[in-house]
């Protein structure tokens, strides 16, 4: 007992450890001072109690960290690439969403810290730059032939309208630039929910005509310029070529191409097959987070998501054209075709762009979508928005438009941002060797 209880009441020769309770720091007793029982037997059931407390703290973080295991387990898709280094990416994912969800309830900003420049790029010449008033960050190749022109290429990126930046895409747009010898312009459009749509749109089309107009000063082919994007990138890359078709004063020449990396392409129906089995199983990309994406780009009325979830803030245009520009016969042959009817649309101010297909080219006319430029559209089989882009791909070939649709089945969204050291996958290196490829032989 009394061996215990100089242990208890003395303070270590480290000094106080700010990480323990106060209990376990009581007045130094000096050899001399007389200890009675009854301070003794306080002591150490105050001991006692702090200890028990510490355990019970052990026992509940380990269960909760045994639930959150078995949680990310359970909602891994059965057929998902490399399911091990999955399991630890998705971890590291939810705990970010989950931090975000409490500084947003808490009132504090909920955005992603933005990353610092990645390693340099010695083959090419970067410069940070703004084209007519937008931020762009230029990838030039080095070692051009004198007199010789270049592909160019625009790059949005990705990450729900709401998060993102140039510097974020560094080193996936360097080594883009790298594989296909194209200029390619990282553009940094503003972001929701402070910049709603069109801004984040208008942007990037007002960098994409730039860029048009002045290529010969960045050694580059006019003839020979795309637009390319991944996720909410893909969006708007997708905008930009329809409203750079609608060019009625033949001011700038027209698109090569578009590259769409699993792209989010409407907001009509959040109950698409994909949709559906993304309330099961996804990686990074859970229902309720894209349809934020969307609300936020559209309005910021967030109170809005479970009406969005549940389809009921376009149930009224279910037997519309709107509707049979997302229909499930594009999905499965087998599935008879919608007679669309004359019907009133009538959506709240703060909704009607959802039906404009810079928001959502999905919802884009048919005759909008021939003459587009050759397309590309990658889908992964775990994406709520796999089918936002089959859908797309299966309506430009209907329109006439020269497309290739890859599909990734044991893929997720955002899986090609996973094609290095440390979170390195082969389905997300293939994806990216894949897209350069295409770029390279179709630039």
């Known amino acids: 007992m009394t061996t215990l209880n100089c242990i208890c009441c003395t303070t270590s020769a480290f000094g106080k450890n700010p990480y323990l309770p106060n209990i376990f720091y009581q007045e130094r007793i000096q050899k001399q001072d007389i200890i009675s029982p009854s301070v003794c037997t306080s002591r150490y059931n105050d001991s006692m109690g702090a200890l028990g407390v510490l355990t019970w703290l052990t026992a509940a973080g380990t269960l909760g960290a045994a639930v959150f295991a078995g949680y990310l387990y359970s909602s891994l898709p059965p057929d998902v690439a490399e399911p091990r280094k999955v399991f630890i990416i998705k971890g590291f994912e939810r705990t970010f969403y989950f931090v975000g969800w409490v500084c947003e309830k808490m009132g504090f900003s909920a955005r992603a810290p933005q990353p610092p420049p990645q390693a340099s790029h010695p083959n090419l010449e970067v410069t940070d730059t703004s084209f007519d008033g937008v931020r762009v960050r230029v990838y030039k190749p080095q070692g051009q032939e004198p007199g010789s022109k270049m592909a160019g290429l625009m790059w949005f990126h990705g990450g729900g309208w709401v998060i993102g930046s140039v510097d974020g895409y560094d080193a996936l747009v360097g080594h883009i630039a790298n594989q296909t010898g194209a200029v390619v312009v990282s553009v940094e459009y503003r972001l929701a929910p402070e910049h709603k749509f069109p801004i984040p749109f208008e942007d990037c089309l007002t960098a994409t005509q730039h860029f048009l107009q002045h290529a010969s000063e ?100 279910k037997k519309s054209r709107f509707a049979s520009f997302v229909e499930r016969h594009f999905l499965d042959d087998s599935v008879p075709r919608l007679v669309p009817e004359d019907v009133s649309v009538d959506l709240p101010d703060d909704m009607k762009d959802l039906l404009n297909p810079y928001y959502s080219p999905l919802m884009a006319e048919d005759a909008d979508l021939s003459g587009l430029p050759n397309t590309y559209v990658t889908v992964c089989g775990t994406d709520v928005l796999r089918d936002d882009g089959i859908m797309y791909a299966r309506r430009l070939e209907m329109a006439g438009v020269q497309v290739r649709l890859a599909r990734y089945p044991s893929g997720f969204h955002g899986i090609m941002s996973f094609s290095s050291k440390p979170f390195y996958l082969e389905v997300g290196k293939q994806m990216l060797q894949d897209l350069t490829t295409f770029l390279r032989h179709h630039l």
């Open 218 to 317: 960045y050694g580059v082919d006019p003839t020979r310029i795309g637009v390319a994007g991944d996720s909410a990138g893909g969006n708007l890359a997708a905008a930009v070529a329809l409203r750079l078709k609608k060019n009625d004063k033949k001011k700038f020449l027209p698109l090569k191409l578009q590259a769409l990396i699993y792209p989010a392409l409407q907001a009509f129906d959040f109950q698409t097959p994909s949709y559906v089995s993304g309330h099961k199983f996804f990686v990074l990309l859970p229902v309720e987070m894209m349809t934020g994406f969307w609300i936020k780009y559209l309005n910021n009325n967030m109170s809005l998501v479970d009406m969005f979830a549940n389809n009921e803030h376009t149930a009224a245009l």
